[in-house]
């Protein structure tokens, strides 16, 4: 039986040689059922064109490093097997919204600026001795906010949101969804500081609900509904006499 | 972002016509307010307005207000976080009753404007 081969269309753009990024197919064997695009990607780079730049590290979707748009849709491109796309050749792209550094690379600072500016940490007013003990919590407690806590800042939200798109000073699905993981938190008292961020206009009130981050974060965080949330919260405390609580 | 951006995909599409459907629905709401003006001259000079082209245009209206209201509903129970006995409701619970608080507010209005108008 002749072997089967799949074509990867990636994208290429050395900013020092090209205008604009361009595609470039390889045709590369698909040898076992279990390959994903990141097999592919490194079946390119180790066989046919070392050139070829982009992230991974963990190759098990835990680090968030190797998301990328797979034909037109952001994905943990070690999570996305090529069996679901042969024989159809598959389109590699950088991520969408965000300037590319070079082939499969983008620019990441503005997500790190954003996920700094919501300050995600924990927050207290008066900080307890450690030998006070621990800060404890009953399952309760941590089930408020564990499903925000799975986020493993792979941007795929980023590059699915058309407002970020449109408004890249929006602050964003998971920076958002992070904030709310720390505002539920009950260890935390920073809610406050982180206020001015995410009430902003730039900060929940510029979501307008597509709702398509969430169908595309591989954990589960669903940002949106952070998002939803955060606004009927801020609204509450806006229009509630005992709304500013802590 | 290129402008066919809501093309790509039928999540997007879905949510320009989400969005999109507030227009025709703002429309049809000032002429309401026209209406209700014709209608404070009295009874002996109003008459409704019945062109049937209008009445076409009102129920395209109604039909995009029930797909904003059907999919803002829905959505209520994914926004909405109510704890009982330190548990939080399910969402599609959530979103039932804010489904049955819909039928009822929509049954009282539409008794209280018949009582009314008669
Ligand atoms: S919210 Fe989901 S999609 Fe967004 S960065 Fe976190 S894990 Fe990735
Ligand atoms: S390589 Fe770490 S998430 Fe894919």
Redesign the pocket.
Do not use: D, E, V
């Given at each position: 039986m002749p072997e089967k081969r799949i074509t990867i269309k990636a994208t290429r753009y050395d900013p020092e040689k090209d205008e604009k990024p361009h595609l470039q197919s390889y045709e590369i064997p698909f040898y076992d059922e279990s390959m994903v695009v990141?097999d592919a990607l490194n079946y390119i780079k180790s066989d046919v064109d070392g050139s070829l730049s982009y992230?991974?590290?963990?190759?098990?979707?835990?680090?968030?490093?190797?998301?990328m748009m797979v034909n037109g849709t952001p994905k943990?491109?070690?999570?996305a097997f090529l069996r679901d796309y042969w024989p159809q050749a598959i389109v590699v792209e950088p991520l969408n919204n965000f300037p590319i550094i070079r082939d499969l690379v983008i620019d990441m600072e503005d997500f790190m600026h954003k996920l700094k500016s919501i300050k995600p940490w924990i927050i207290r007013k008066q900080e307890i001795p450690l030998g006070a003990g621990e800060h404890r919590q009953t399952n309760e407690q941590i089930d408020d906010f564990r499903q925000f806590s799975q986020c493993?800042n792979?941007m795929l939200c980023y590059a699915a949101c058309p407002v970020y798109g449109l408004n890249d000073e929006f602050l964003g699905p998971a920076a958002i969804a992070l904030a709310r993981r720390y505002n539920l938190d009950s260890r935390d008292q920073g809610l406050k500081q982180r206020l001015p961020v995410i009430g902003d206009s730039e900060g929940v009130w510029e979501c307008s609900f597509v709702g398509e981050c969430s169908v595309v974060c591989?954990k589960g965080v669903d940002p949106a509904k952070a998002i939803q949330q955060t606004k009927l919260d801020t609204t509450m405390r806006f229009v509630l006499p005992y709304g500013n609580r802590e | 972002m290129p402008a066919g951006w809501w093309t790509r995909k039928r999540h997007y599409f879905l949510y320009v016509v989400r969005e999109f459907t507030a227009l025709p629905l703002a429309l049809w709401l000032l002429w309401l307010l026209v209406e209700i003006k014709r209608a404070g001259d009295g009874p002996a000079r109003y008459s409704p307005h019945g062109s049937t082209a209008f009445v076409v245009f009102s129920v395209i209206v109604l039909l995009f207000a029930l797909y904003h209201s059907v999919t803002f509903l829905s959505l209520t129970g994914v926004i909405i976080r109510v704890k009982l006995f330190d548990r939080p409701l399910p969402s599609g619970l959530i979103s039932l009753a804010m489904f049955v608080l819909w039928a009822v507010a929509s049954v009282v209005i539409g008794f209280v404007l018949i009582w009314f108008g008669r």
């Open positions: 990141l992230r991974w590290s963990c190759r098990m979707g835990i680090c968030g490093s190797c998301g943990l491109t070690c999570n493993i792979c591989p | -």
